[in-house]
């Protein structure tokens, strides 16, 4: 019996219609656009402002785009994993909500929180349950609204983060396609470095932690960057190592968009050029589970049948991986 490998079958995305430019941010905290370009090289992030809706209402975009795409009934999928870290609620899982809201009627549901690496762990994660042979059809999706997060006040985290997110179809596949190898770490002594302060079990709301806007996300910017440049270089150099690859035989990177020069800084220690690169970093800010899949998304109709793709993600905690997988399909 040929060896089951989990292969991406369809992906789809989706982005909030507002846009929130440099030149906005530049009236709401002392920064400018120059300053955010050079530093980042994010120009503006998209933002969900309708009422009342969170996270869900973008994996819900996602996933109905991506089953008219891939011709996939509702009723066929029989997993669904959502990667967040901006969960519509507490308990019940976001994961179940899309399944309510878009008829996924005989998939159990779950989400997995490993901030931005979060895409990367629930692709890992789904893929098993592909590869032990017991599930055919599987989508994992990567969104988050960090705008619920984020405190405008703050330029260290405002200028950086936007709303989105997508959704992959993983299936079987018995010719070498698929997910190949992977590395995927966590240290959890990089938690005070990136994190929101309240509202976990260990400090719940209090009228004091909300007046102090320990409810937002916090980061100490040059100290994670330092984490992340070696942490995303460091894992997508092993797993090219591990496979004989060099730059050559990569097709793709898709790094995780948190900063242009950590994506830089990725790209030059596996010795791939720019042109292989998958960027929108400046179009959408780093939307923390989302930014993998929304790559993927842009770039979909570039991508071959059998090319080498290199997916690399660092996220706050610390997380951090990387991903190698043969693209299983040419654009439809």
Known sequence: MSKISAAITG??????????TNQELETMVETNDEWIVTRTGIKERRILKKEGEGTSYI??????DLLQKTNTSPEEVELIIVATTTPDMVFPATANLVANETGLVNAFGYDLQAACSGFLFAL???AKYIE?????????????????IINYEDRTTCIIFGDGGGAVMLEPNT????????VLKSDGSGAPFLHMKAGGSRRPATHETVANKEHYAYQEGTTVFKFAVKGMADVAAEVMERNQLTGDDVAWL??????????????????????????????????????LP?????????????DNIILAAFGGGFTWGSIYLKWAYDPQ
């Open 11 to 20: 992906v789809s995305g989706y982005v909030p219609d507002y846009i929130l």
């Open 59 to 64: 994996v819900n975009q996602a996933v109905r």
């Open 124 to 126: 890992s994660t789904g």
């Open 132 to 148: 032990s042979g017991r599930y055919k059809k599987v989508i994992i999706a990567g969104a988050d609204k960090m705008s619920s």
């Open 175 to 182: 010719e070498g396609f698929g997910i190949i190898d992977e």
């Open 254 to 291: 898709v790094p995780h968009q948190a900063n242009k020069r950590i994506i830089d800084a990725t790209s030059s220690r596996m010795n791939i050029g720019s042109d292989k690169v998958m960027i929108n970093i400046d179009r959408y800010g780093n939307t923390t589970s989302g930014t």
């Open 294 to 306: 929304l790559c993927l998304w842009d770039y979909e109709n570039q991508l071959r049948k059998g």
